[in-house]
């Protein structure tokens, strides 16, 4: 059973990626490591506070799961920015996945730092993951 610490822990794995292929040259693949770090953020937040994550591969279904998810919580006014911010980061996966043509440096910027800002935001909504041996 899939649980809120894993998609967490994929989520750093992501974004570690990310900002190592984030050096002008691999802008698809940081922008593409960067997005499924959000999505596996969005789906750790909701698995935590739902139990359950967004079943389908429809991007409008995991933003509308992240402002229920934060219903009724302190993050609740910025789960809807964030849920708006989601949206804008994962629109662009077509483009740096399937497309078959280089991103240009504007977008992979623009998409690094809102995949960075709702990653950390994750972080806040998240308790503090606990220590697994593979992490020693």
Known sequence: ?????????????????????????????AASNAILAVIA???AICLHFLGQRPGSES????????RDACKGTRW????ARRAVQFTSIVREKNAAQ????????????????Q?????????????????SPQDE
């Open 41 to 43: 953020a969005n789906d």
């Open 115 to 131: 995949a960075k800002r709702f990653i950390d935001w994750a972080d806040g909504v998240l308790p503090d993951l606990p220590v």
């Open 1 to 29: 059973m899939a649980n809120w610490e894993g998609f967490l822990r994929e989520a750093h794995k992501f974004w570690t990626v990310a900002e190592v292929a984030y050096d002008g040259s691999h802008g698809n693949e």
């Open 59 to 66: 991007h409008g279904e995991a933003a509308r799961f992240l």
């Open 76 to 79: 609740e006014q910025d789960a």
């Open 98 to 113: 399937y497309e078959g043509r280089p991103i240009d440096s504007a977008t992979t910027d623009r998409i690094m730092k």
